[in-house]
């Protein structure tokens, strides 16, 4: 089997897999007083360190969380409710966030009357920062927060956020950064952008699912979701996932450390892969920016074909791969952000994401190209129903 | 894979037969909420995830296809002008022919599959004719008859040969949870089981009288033609009994001028029906010959002798049937207790003509089915 679906969930690394055992072994209650509680929170607070620095974060930073779409709602309404005021009661988002963001702003939007602007994106899937920077002229003392993706989880493109962060920051406007595609994959540093809270989820870089965490700068006000013993900075509640937090750490530090090197390993497969799908099938387009993108990200719109026939047919000859953001699949829309790129509606339905990560090798791109050309033909002839 | 008993144990037969399987639910509305609940009908998100547990369990692959376009613009929106043309459509009839044995089943032939199989309760003999299922409580064969040959030639059927306590004790058997979910009834694209509010919603309202058929003789009103259904006794809303105290039948609706006649039992009895084009799934006849019709989905069979003539079928009933309603298929049956009757053809039924009297009221029929 040939797994291209590295950005929906990548296996755990073995060394994280460890940790995660070991520390699921010991007893103790992170926020207990005794012996076994000390020791919990002594891994806690290690692997706080390590991920902070990991990523140019003071361990106080890191507020951990069940997953990346609870850092991110955490982060995006609780930054929101902290801010708004009268007359200030607008967030900033773009056209191609992740549901976790999106859902969460549009929630906003709907159930709290709050306004939304969305910046566009160019046809690579490029935030436009020319927009941001005019609304800011005019109405920065509206605004209260400001969500930017790090790198796109379809198309793969990398976001200008520093910029974004830069230009808001003399407005005192916090800038959030979903970067969940981002940590392990391409350099992140939290100290030297200027953003005030970003996002990474432990299973899109080689950590357990169900693990997160928000990097939050220490003056940054926020507005708790959980409530409960305040177990993280009063600002997220919840018994401490002590494996998890461990495993998460032990992740976080690989996949940053190697990052370089993988990158590099990777964007020479990902750049195979593509010249590989464009010799197998002329026709098809390559989505997303080709220079700013994330290395492990291949996308294409295959015209003509339905995306989820591709699937289909390519699942069945031992190829896994996406279709889009694993959430809205079951019943097909066409992709939120092929359109915030101005593909036609076939042409979005009409994509597949091939991801590649840790444990890809070229035996994966092989299977892709020896299975591609039947699939598209088939796909073809089924026809966009 | 609908989410229902029959179709997981039909996969699961099919695998067991050594085809090459994949389950495919149908997503049959954008909004899937809006569709009925798992307990009664197909097509819910809770009915998607059974499929989807049974595939698990049978162990073949499994998907779910959109096909909300289509099937809004083939089966809910023919439902809507059947209704408005003062017919009673059969949607689940119409899915078969225009969804899951042609949507479906194209896009399957494209993508590499030889066959859709379904949960449904027919047998497809070696002869490649289509016959009733072995449990006549279920037979199936009715909904499928308006298949044309080639769709039936990539169909199979492989609970035919059993009844439905069996397929449920089977399902229990091999581990699907969906064994003693209960039957689907209804119509699946209507969440509260109102037909009426459903047509209303669409078609608007409009008051109309409700008439004796045979006085002439104003005896209420309605607030839409379209609510109505030839041979519909309840809901009426009629406040006088009629003179003879019996109950009144709704005879015909006439949707040109909104108009709702009723009258007696008797005088829906009917027994000679006119098709449109029939559909051969059988040696295609000539002229005059003997055969079985049934009217309705479950409903009674008829000895008749039927005519293809004219474009159409025309079948004398050898007795009366009542309250035949426009818009329903009249499938033709060759007997044959042994293998199990065969399907010869079908035709939608555009006119009935009661059993003593002229052709006057099929007229009115085929006026409304004009509009």
Redesign the interface.
């Known amino acids: 089997m040939a797994y291209l679906d590295h950005a929906a969930t990548t296996p755990m690394l073995p060394q994280a897999l460890d940790a995660y055992v070991r520390t699921a072994r010991e007893l103790g209650n992170a926020s207990s007083l005794h012996a076994s509680g000390r020791a919990a929170r002594r891994t806690v607070e290690e692997s706080r360190e390590r991920i902070g620095e990991a990523l140019g974060a003071k361990p106080s930073e890191v507020v951990f969380t069940g997953s990346g779409t609870e850092a991110d709602n955490l982060a995006v309404k609780g930054l929101h409710w902290a801010r708004r005021a009268s007359g200030r009661n607008r967030l900033v988002t773009t056209a191609i966030e992740h549901h976790a963001v999106a859902d969460a702003v549009a929630w906003l939007g709907d159930h709290e009357k709050a306004d939304v602007t969305e910046l566009p994106v160019d046809k690579l899937g490029r935030v436009d920062v020319e927009v941001l920077a005019e609304l800011l002229d005019e109405h920065a003392d509206a605004i209260t927060v400001i969500t930017c993706m790090w790198a796109n989880n379809e198309v793969g493109t990398i976001q200008p956020v520093c910029e974004i962060a830069a230009l808001a920051a003399p407005h005192g406007i916090p800038v959030h950064t979903d970067a969940v595609q981002a940590v392990g994959h391409t350099p992140v540093d939290f100290a030297a952008c200027e953003a005030d809270a970003l996002t990474l989820s432990g299973h899109k870089l080689g950590g357990p699912t169900g693990t997160g965490a928000l990097l939050l700068r220490r003056d940054t006000k926020l507005t708790p979701l959980l409530h409960g013993g305040g177990q993280e900075r009063e600002i997220r509640s919840g018994t401490l996932d002590v494996p998890g937090i461990a495993a998460l750490a032990e992740a976080v530090a690989h996949a940053v450390r190697t990052q370089e090197a993988e990158s590099q390993r990777l964007a020479v497969l990902r750049d195979e892969l593509v010249a590989r799908v464009r010799e197998a099938v002329p026709e098809a387009v390559y989505n997303g920016d080709p220079e700013h993108r994330l290395p492990g990200n291949a996308h294409f719109s295959f015209p003509g074909c339905e995306g ?2 591709l699937l ?2 390519l ?2 000859a031992g190829v896994e791969c996406a279709t889009g953001s694993a959430c809205s699949a ?3 829309q066409p992709s939120h952000v092929l359109l915030a790129m101005g593909a036609g509606e076939d042409d979005a339905r009409s994509s597949l994401r091939f991801t590649l990560g840790w444990s890809t090798t070229k035996a994966d791109v092989d299977a892709l190209a020896a299975a591609l050309p039947e699939a598209v033909e ?2 073809r ?3 966009l ?1 | 894979m609908s989410g229902g008993v029959d179709s997981a144990v039909a996969a699961a037969r099919a695998v067991e037969a050594g085809h090459d399987v994949t389950g495919v639910h149908l997503a049959l509305s954008k909004n899937p909420q809006t569709y009925r609940t798992g307990a009664r009908g197909c097509c819910t998100v809770e009915d998607s995830r059974d499929a989807r547990r049974a595939a698990d369990v049978i162990g073949i692959p499994f998907y779910v296809w959109d096909m909300a376009e289509r099937f809004h613009e083939d089966v809910v929106e023919d439902f809507y002008a059947e209704y408005a043309a003062g017919r009673t459509p059969n949607p689940c009839l119409r899915c078969n022919e225009k969804i899951k044995f042609a949507a479906v089943l194209d896009r399957a032939v494209a993508l590499g599959f030889d066959a859709v199989v379904t949960g449904h309760y027919a047998r497809k003999g070696e002869d490649g004719l289509l016959r009733r299922a072995v449990d006549p409580g279920k037979d199936q064969s009715y909904v499928l008859a308006v298949l044309t040959p080639a769709q039936l030639a990539h169909s199979m059927f492989p609970l035919g040969d059993t009844p439905k306590d069996e397929v449920r004790i089977e399902a229990e058997e091999r581990g699907l949870a969906v064994a003693r979910k209960p039957d689907s009834h209804d119509i699946c694209f209507i969440a509260d089981g109102d037909t009426s509010g459903f047509l209303k919603n669409r078609l608007g309202s409009r008051t109309g009288d409700i008439v004796d058929a045979a006085t002439g003789e104003v005896l209420g009103s309605h607030d839409g033609a379209h609510q109505f259904t030839v041979g519909q006794r309840h809901g009426l809303g009629l406040k006088r009994p009629a003179a003879d105290g019996r109950p009144r039948y709704v005879l015909s609706i006439t949707p040109v001028d909104n108009r709702v006649e009723v009258g007696p039992r008797e005088s829906l009895r009917i027994d000679r029906i006119r098709t449109a084009a029939p559909v051969w799934l059988g040696p295609e006849r000539a002229g005059r010959f003997e055969c079985e019709v049934q009217l309705r989905a479950h409903g009674e069979v008829y000895p008749a002798t039927v005519t293809a003539e004219d474009g159409g079928l025309t079948a004398r009933l050898h007795k009366p049937a009542y309250g035949v309603a426009a818009g329903q298929a009249l499938v033709v049956y060759d007997p044959d207790r042994e293998r199990g009757d065969s399907v010869l053809c079908s035709g939608t039924i555009d006119a009935t003509t009661p059993a003593e009297h002229s052709y006057a009221s099929a007229s009115v029929i085929e006026g409304a089915a004009g509009v």
């Open positions: 989820d026939a289909m047919l699942d069945a079951g019943i097909a088939r796909a002839s089924a026809g129903s």
